[in-house]
């Protein structure tokens, strides 16, 4: 079984900075691509960033590529999400995900086991 657990996020000012990190807590996910969704009040689910199991591949949504960075640390079972220049139109709430998959996906469908979500604020 894969039990996410995430930390970090908070409140930070626009054009701040902040990590989010995702960590397993009992089977290894080194053979898992894995992502990050987020979900702002009123709106769907949609997707941010996806990174394959090895970290040798990623993907962005337009909307944060350039400002976001996913990454992984296998060794510890951990996926991170660094955000940078941050705006007031990222707040929402941040959840990690991981796919029983190698390959690396931008579909919410495609992800097997979610973390439990924390909340971004980022204010003007």
Known sequence: QVLLVQSGGGLVQAGGSLRLSCASSGRTISTYAMA????APGKEREFVATISYNG??????????????????????????QMNSLKPEDTAIYS???????????SVYDYDYWGQGTQVTVSS
Request: hydrophobic letters at 30%.
């Open 36 to 39: 990050w969704f987020r979900q």
């Open 56 to 81: 040798g591949s990623t993907g962005y949504a337009e909307s944060v590529k350039g400002r976001f960075t996913i990454s992984r640390d296998n060794a510890k079972n951990t996926v991170f999400l």
């Open 96 to 106: 990690c995900a991981a796919r029983r998959s190698t390959a690396k996906s931008t």
